[in-house]
């Protein structure tokens, strides 16, 4: 694929950004395109491999290699090579509902498996698909393509982020009448209120929605199935229910002070800053402006409230990382085609260094009480430094490394526990020790009679591209169940 001698020829180009003192002034997308010429040189570093590991999505010691989706990427890098860009949007999409979305936003495990990875930075296989997906918006190729027929059959989504979509498109391709049913005032999930504007600008979002509403799918908004609509009334309206609802509830850290004015979970914070975008005119009404932040969590959502923070004036930032800084090359004991768990700057992290002149990470940290005054406004945070035994799962405590930090707002992005527990309660289905819907994967159904489950409330906390990637499984298990037989990938 692409040209034999390529990745010898060629060096990665990486991603462009703007410059991460000017974008923190806005909230646009941080990303730039590559030009032409240099994607083809990209695509041109994609090898022959002959097993690509690439297209290959599966778990290795609870991570994810390659891609969940098993996107055609030699397929099609070689025709952005070749300068085909209507037959390379055409492989995309033959595997990936959402590649606007994953091409943003996603961690790229794809490129973890690349096999050039084995001794060279992995082909960027990222940049490409994203600047396919946006040719094929540009020059008018994507337009709302609605089933030929409807086979009568009525199918109700309950949730609307990447796994409820998939799972909506899906099944509306094969004819069936789908309704997503989103409890917040927007549709989209995670990916309208839980990604930052400046990861995936929510025009991206709108788009793909109104294409899909012009192909047939209903969208309801502002209505908690389950509570607003009994799974009663739910089962006697649909020939099958889907459960996409997400693993959003927060893992919380209950130490001394908690209950102090200026603490607040992660996603709200997100959610209150990206409505202010959108609503009031970029006028943030939960601000760090002027604030000292500290933020509980190390991974994507801490950064992303980095990002945030830093865009609304706080004064100081850090982020608290319970684990220890990563090696700047993979160990014996992550080889590939594993996920590489290395040390990265993260966009946000890149920006804080360039604006406050440090990245904000603290590592092998933890927190043991919070500070409060008299009025009981939060004033700081008691730490100390922890060993952290990777074998056993153990943290301990290291005597004489405690110190004070002084915060006025805290945001605890320490992760989710699974699914709300209304879910359980509201649809009677079976819950597992994750406290996720109990449903078998490549199956999806849940004890309840035409009740299925897909993406983050049956996986757990996971990555955008593999909630789509279930929410297709699902919806090929819910039309196998409705039909007696499916044609759907």
């Known amino acids: ?59 290795i010691k609870n991570g994810v290699s390659g891609c969940p989706l098993n996107n055609l990427i030699p397929e099609w890098n070689d025709a952005v090579y070749r300068g085909e860009w209507e037959e390379a949007l055409q492989l995309l999409l033959k595997t990936n509902n959402f590649p606007e979305f994953t091409g943003r936003v996603c961690p790229a495990p794809c490129e973890g498996a690349c096999t050039v990875a084995i001794s060279e930075p992995a082909v960027g296989i990222k940049s490409i698909e994203k600047e396919i997906i946006d040719y094929g918006f540009r020059s008018g190729l994507i337009k709302p393509e609605p089933p030929l027929k409807r086979t009568g059959k009525r199918i109700a989504i309950i949730g609307s982020g990447p796994a409820g979509l998939a799972c909506a498109d899906q099944l509306n391709k094969a004819g069936h009448y789908v309704t997503v049913f989103e409890k917040s005032d927007r549709i989209g999930g995670l990916l309208m209120y839980g990604i930052p504007t400046m990861k995936l600008e929510k025009e991206s979002v709108t788009r793909r929605v109104n294409l899909m509403a012009a192909e047939g799918v209903e969208f309801v908004t502002g209505v908690n199935a389950g509570v607003d609509i009994k799974m009663a009334d739910l089962k006697q309206d649909f020939d099958a229910i889907v459960l996409a609802t997400g693993a959003s509830k927060a893992r919380d850290v209950n130490i001394e002070g908690r209950d102090a004015t200026g603490i607040h979970f992660a996603v ?48 100081s930032i850090h982020q608290f990382g319970h684990r220890g800084k990563l090696p700047e090359l993979r160990t014996n004991q992550n080889p590939w085609p594993e996920y590489p768990h290395i040390f990265q700057m993260d966009y946000a992290h890149v920006e804080a260094e360039a604006v406050l002149g440090a990245d904000p990470r603290e590592y092998l940290i933890s927190t043991v009480a919070f500070e409060k005054d008299q009025d009981g406004r939060l004033t700081g945070l008691h730490t100390i430094q922890v060993d952290h035994d990777i074998e056993n799962h ?3 405590e290291i005597p004489g490394t405690e110190r004070f930090f002084e915060a006025d707002m805290v945001l605890i992005a320490a992760g989710f526990a699974g699914a709300t527990d209304d879910i359980f309660t509201n649809f009677n289905v079976a819950k597992t020790n994750r406290h996720t819907i109990d449903a078998a994967k490549g ?44 044609f759907l990938p």
Do not use: H
């Open 394 to 396: 153990k943290y301990t």
């Open 268 to 315: 709200p914070y997100l959610t209150q800053s990206i409505k202010d975008n959108l609503e009031n005119e970029g006028k943030q009404t939960l601000s760090a402006k002027g604030k000292k932040v500290v933020i509980i969590g190390g991974g994507d959502t801490g950064a992303d409230c980095v990002a945030t923070a830093l865009r609304q004036g706080a004064s």
């Open 1 to 59: 694929m692409g040209k034999s001698t390529g990745f010898m020829e060629y060096d990665r180009i990486p991603a462009r950004v703007r410059d991460p003192k000017k974008r923190t002034r806005d909230w646009n997308e941080y990303s730039l395109p590559l030009p032409e010429k240099d994607l083809t040189i990209q695509a041109a570093r994609c090898m022959d491999c002959g097993v690509p590991f690439c297209s290959v999505g599966m778990e």
């Open 443 to 486: 199956f999806y159904r849940t004890n309840e009679e035409a009740v299925f489950a897909c993406g983050d409330a049956r996986y757990g906390q996971s990555l955008v591209v593999t909630a789509i990637a279930e929410g297709r499984e699902a919806a090929r298990e819910v039309d196998f169940y409705l039909m007696d037989e499916t």
